[in-house]
């Protein structure tokens, strides 16, 4: 199971890249290997303020859906096309190709709400 160091991570399975006040935001190698094939992901909150905890959009894989959640409240300002001709890309590659969306942060202090590592691994290892 791949946990970067790097990165911060929420109990619903979202990964966290902080760069000044933008967060690049995607699902865990755990979330995708627990959906299983990832067939399409979709993002309607472009360009809007989504609050933390909302819904900013959902994954669609074989078996099921499943709602995206927002670990910091802020500002869409970018989706991966890439994922629109290849969601697999967030199983093969979540941490890479795979991100979903990049926001603006509206509220930095929400950034120590976030897990890292060693506790989103203690939380999926239960």
Do not use: R
């Amino acid at each position: 199971m791949n946990i970067p160091s790097e990165l911060k991570y929420t109990k619903d399975h979202e990964w966290i890249l902080i760069e000044d006040d933008v967060a690049t935001i995607g699902i865990t190698d755990f979330a995708q290997s627990e959906l299983g094939d990832i067939v399409y992901v979709d993002v309607d909150t472009l360009d809007d303020t989504v609050e933390e905890g909302e819904v900013f959009g959902s994954v669609e894989a074989v078996k099921t859906v499943s709602d995206l959640f927002m670990p910091l409240t802020g500002e869409v300002i970018e989706f991966n096309e890439e994922l629109e001709d290849e969601p697999e890309s967030v199983n093969t590659d979540p941490y890479g190709k795979g991100w979903m969306i990049k926001v603006k942060i509206s509220d930095t202090s929400q950034i120590d709400d976030l897990i890292d590592a060693e506790a989103y691994k203690k939380l999926i290892e239960g």
